[in-house]
């Protein structure tokens, strides 16, 4: 960004001159040291460095830009994108299988649901962009070397006419915060645990909708109620029922017991948020 592209924004003027206020404030109320400060820019600096960025961010910060946002609003509860998502994954048409490796670890679990308006009626086509750690809590791009797979469980499914979308995959596990970076350091340093509840990640999009960013979490996780990130919201935890018997395995052509799991998204107009 160069200089000569800037024009004064009133709006960042406020919430900049805000920021200071409150981090100035913030130093004499702790007293804090040269020595601690010096602490501080080092740990930005190893931050960037290490490419944490968006995780620490998102993992301090970005449940509460969701709690404001999110006031008022109208269908399915939001929850927050995180530090993983990847625009342009596969396209793919309902039913589908996310891009997985040949020896995919963990479960096979079928998801499935619909996508409506507020009235109820179906939106035909609407895009279910959806993205997820393996069963070992990696995602592709970000923990998965790209020659090993690409895209890995993740996709961008297209409706039915009907608004219905199914897709297999794989359940995912609860998720660790890298234990190895400044991420995880600050969070043991300050005695926080390090785990999301399992979850998968989904983006929402028809013409004329507002698009919605959000996530399902597998009921029964053990830190659903203390998710690190602070992003479960109740009606977003959902139950992943087994099958094991034999009917339905070879109903599904599944060889080893699998899961279900069902949502129906409701999203909101596009004119809802500009009245
Ligand atoms: C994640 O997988 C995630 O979804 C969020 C919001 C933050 C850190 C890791
Ligand atoms: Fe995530």
């Given at each position: 960004m160069s200089t000569s592209s800037i024009t004064p924004s009133p709006r960042l003027k406020a919430v900049f001159d805000s920021l200071l206020v409150t981090l100035r404030q913030f130093i004499r109320d702790h007293r804090i040291s040269h020595d601690e400060y010096r602490h501080a820019v080092a740990f930005m600096l190893e931050t960037a460095e290490k490419g944490e960025i968006p995780l620490l961010m998102d993992v301090l910060l970005e449940a509460t830009v969701d709690q404001v946002e999110s006031e008022g609003h109208r269908g399915t509860a939001s929850s927050v994108e995180g530090p993983f998502y990847v625009a342009n994954a596969p396209a793919m048409k309902t039913p589908a299988v996310l891009p997985h490796r040949a020896n995919e670890p963990g479960d096979v679990v079928f998801v499935s649901g619909t996508v409506r308006a507020a009235d109820g009626a179906p939106l035909a086509g609407a895009i279910v962009d959806v993205w997820q750690a393996d069963a070992q809590g990696a995602y592709s791009h970000f923990n998965i070397p790209e020659a090993e797979a690409?895209?890995?469980?993740r996709a961008r499914i297209s409706a039915d006419k009907d608004g219905g979308f199914e897709f297999q995959t794989w359940v995912p596990s609860s998720y660790e915060i890298p234990k190895h970076g400044p991420t995880g350091d600050i969070l043991k340093a300050t005695g926080r645990h390090p785990w999301r509840p399992a979850h998968i990640h989904f983006r929402l999009s028809q013409p004329g909708f507002q698009t919605l960013t959000t996530q399902l979490f597998v009921a029964g996780d053990p830190y659903i109620d203390s998710d690190v990130v602070g992003?479960?919201?109740?009606?977003?935890v959902i139950n992943f029922a087994r099958h094991e018997n034999p009917a339905e395995l070879r109903e599904r052509g599944q060889q080893r017991p699998f899961y279900t799991a069902r949502y129906d998204f409701v999203l909101a107009s596009a004119l809802a948020k500009a009245a």
């Open positions: 690409k895209f890995n469980l992003a479960v919201k109740a009606p977003l």
